[in-house]
């Protein structure tokens, strides 16, 4: 018998749907033990255990805790998708779920990630469909997409582990995406208190942004006896983050910049004049050029907050993460799988997003969709985050991808060629990995 193509997909979702019971119980393990970036080793282990069960060979430890995958197409291997799922948490110690120690919690839902990235390797192995496409699936489990902890990831820079503070521009210096043609990944996001269904939002554009370390440097002193021989570095600090806000109305609306950071020493003893101040901050915008202006701009008003008190000042700027651009046609597959899947009065297209992910490195380099699936309550990375909707959280967004990648890669994966045919990087690899470099200091 001939098997079609929405044949293929009935199947694959038939599988995914009755394997939910694993799927979500993989979720709710990773949700149990929330591990910062690229500290995830009990989170690749569980994913590590997944493909096991599956019979599917892997390869770990790529970016130190990276799993990667792949399902061979039975009709050759013309193209790679990538499916990807992030293995970090955030901190947020407030949620009642945090971990006591660490402060992680799954408050920005990679667990789901990970959950259906899992259910899409399911799906295709258990229904015997890698058979009827013409190319690859991989399946990868990344490390570190939440931007924090810059101390310690800079110390693993120091000390020759990384070379990156984000998991996929590492993975890409580390060539790990050079055998990947296209890539999708899901994310949460919140559902709001008066409706009663999730949704799924098909995301267009976010920020990018740089890093900043930032060090003032002055002179203890006692606090009261002798403020006067002493150089305040807070008030140093104070007086750069001052100066930023003074120049924010020159800040362009179109640009969507952002400056939000914070004081992670502040001092030592309160009777001590304050000698060493350390702070942290991205600097946002929604294209490159805008992120470099703004990033210089802001970097003289906090080297004038240092001049302003006589305290020295250094400011170490960051590889961050580049603008996220969706490409057009998978964005379009996935939207018209997601109407068969839970009607079209529940799908839209989003505006721009003023947050920042790697996956907008990788969009540079390859096709990249990323949808937005409405599926918690509360906020992202809140205390009140939880799950409402276990359907919209860790199913139907893997038989979305499911769909799609079928549509790309059945019949001699004929979409997946008419798609790359017409499709220019917006950067090479090497031209992005220079980029990059460059705000290395």
């Given at each position: 018998m001939?098997?079609?193509?929405?044949?293929?997909?009935?199947?694959?979702?038939?599988?995914?749907?009755?394997?939910?019971?694993?799927?979500?119980?993989?979720?709710?393990?990773?949700?149990?033990?929330?591990?910062?970036?690229?500290?995830?080793?009990?989170?690749?282990?569980?994913?590590?255990?997944?493909?096991?069960?599956l019979?599917?060979?892997?390869?770990?430890?790529?970016?130190l805790?990276?799993?990667?995958a792949?399902?061979?197409?039975?009709?050759?291997?013309?193209?790679?998708?990538?499916?990807?799922?992030?293995?970090?948490?955030?901190?947020?110690?407030?949620?009642?779920?945090?971990?006591?120690?660490?402060?992680?919690?799954?408050?920005?839902?990679?667990?789901?990630?990970?959950a259906?990235?899992?259910?899409?390797?399911?799906?295709?192995?258990?229904?015997?469909?890698?058979q009827?496409?013409?190319?690859?699936?991989?399946?990868?489990?990344?490390?570190?997409?939440?931007?924090?902890?810059?101390?310690?990831?800079?110390?693993?820079?120091?000390?020759?582990?990384?070379?990156?503070?984000?998991?996929?521009?590492?993975?890409?210096?580390?060539?790990?995406?050079?055998?990947?043609?296209?890539?999708?990944?899901?994310?949460l996001?919140?559902?709001?208190?008066?409706?009663?269904?999730?949704?799924?939002?098909?995301?267009?554009?976010?920020?990018?942004?740089?890093?900043?370390?930032?060090?003032?440097?002055?002179?203890?002193?006692?606090?009261?006896?002798?403020?006067?021989?002493?150089?305040?570095?807070?008030?140093?600090?104070?007086?750069?983050?001052?100066?930023?806000?003074?120049?924010?109305?020159?800040?362009?609306?179109?640009?969507?910049?952002?400056?939000?950071?914070?004081i992670?020493?502040g001092?030592?003893?309160v009777?001590?004049?304050?000698?060493?101040?350390?702070?942290?901050?991205?600097?946002?915008?929604?294209?490159?050029?805008?992120?470099?202006?703004?990033n210089?701009?802001?970097?003289?008003?906090?080297?004038?907050?240092?001049?302003?008190?006589?305290?020295?000042?250094?400011?170490?700027?960051l590889?961050?993460?580049?603008?996220?651009?969706?490409?057009?046609?998978?964005?379009?597959?996935?939207q018209?799988?997601?109407?068969?899947?839970?009607g079209?009065?529940?799908?839209w297209?989003?505006?721009?997003?003023?947050?920042?992910?790697?996956?907008?490195?990788?969009?540079?380099?390859?096709?990249?969709?990323h949808p937005?699936?409405?599926?918690?309550?509360?906020?992202?990375?809140?205390?009140?985050?939880?799950?409402?909707?276990?359907?919209?959280?860790?199913?139907?967004p893997a038989?979305?991808?499911?769909?799609?990648?079928?549509?790309?890669?059945?019949?001699?994966?004929?979409?997946?060629?008419?798609?790359?045919?017409?499709?220019?990087?917006?950067?090479?690899?090497?031209?992005?990995?220079?980029?990059?470099?460059?705000?290395?200091?």
């Amino acid at each position: 018998m001939t098997m079609t193509k929405d044949q293929l997909k009935a199947i694959v979702c038939e599988t995914i749907a009755s394997h939910k019971g694993d799927i979500k119980k993989l979720a709710e393990d990773i949700w149990a033990e929330p591990e910062l970036g690229y500290k995830e080793t009990k989170t690749a282990k569980k994913v590590e255990a997944a493909f096991s069960a599956l019979g599917v060979n892997y390869r770990n430890q790529l970016a130190l805790t990276g799993v990667k995958a792949r399902l061979k197409g039975g009709k050759g291997s013309k193209y790679s998708i990538a499916v990807i799922g992030e293995l970090d948490a955030i901190i947020c110690a407030e949620h009642p779920e945090a971990d006591d120690l660490t402060g992680a919690a799954h408050c920005c839902g990679h667990n789901a990630q990970i959950a259906n990235m899992m259910a899409v390797t399911i799906g295709l192995v258990k229904s015997g469909a890698m058979q009827y496409l013409a190319g690859d699936v991989v399946p990868f489990a990344v490390p570190a997409e939440e931007y924090v902890e810059l101390a310690y990831r800079n110390k693993l820079i120091e000390q020759g582990k990384i070379s990156y503070i984000g998991g996929k521009p590492e993975l890409i210096s580390l060539g790990e995406f050079d055998d990947v043609d296209m890539a999708m990944q899901i994310h949460l996001t919140s559902v709001k208190p008066e409706r009663d269904t999730g949704f799924i939002e098909m995301s267009t554009t976010t920020n990018g942004f740089i890093g900043k370390l930032i060090n003032y440097k002055g002179t203890a002193s006692h606090a009261a006896a002798a403020p006067h021989l002493g150089v305040n570095a807070l008030n140093a600090a104070m007086m750069g983050i001052m100066g930023v806000n003074a120049i924010r109305e020159t800040f362009q609306e179109k640009d969507y910049i952002r400056f939000h950071p914070i004081i992670t020493q502040g001092g030592d003893l309160v009777n001590v004049t304050p000698s060493d101040v350390r702070m942290e901050s991205y600097v946002r915008a929604s294209n490159v050029p805008a992120m470099i202006d703004a990033n210089e701009r802001i970097t003289r008003a906090l080297v004038a907050g240092a001049m302003s008190v006589g305290a020295e000042v250094e400011v170490k700027d960051l590889p961050g993460y580049l603008p996220l651009y969706n490409n057009d046609t998978l964005n379009s597959l996935l939207q018209q799988n997601a109407h068969s899947l839970i009607g079209e009065e529940n799908v839209w297209i989003a505006g721009h997003m003023t947050g920042s992910t790697d996956t907008g490195d990788l969009s540079h380099i390859m096709p990249v969709s990323h949808p937005w699936i409405g599926a918690i309550r509360g906020g992202l990375h809140g205390k009140d985050y939880v799950v409402f909707d276990d359907d919209m959280a860790y199913i139907r967004p893997a038989q979305m991808m499911a769909m799609a990648i079928i549509d790309l890669l059945f019949d001699d994966a004929s979409q997946a060629n008419e798609m790359l045919a017409d499709y220019t990087p917006l950067m090479s690899k090497e031209e992005y990995l220079s980029f990059i470099g460059s705000f290395k200091n």
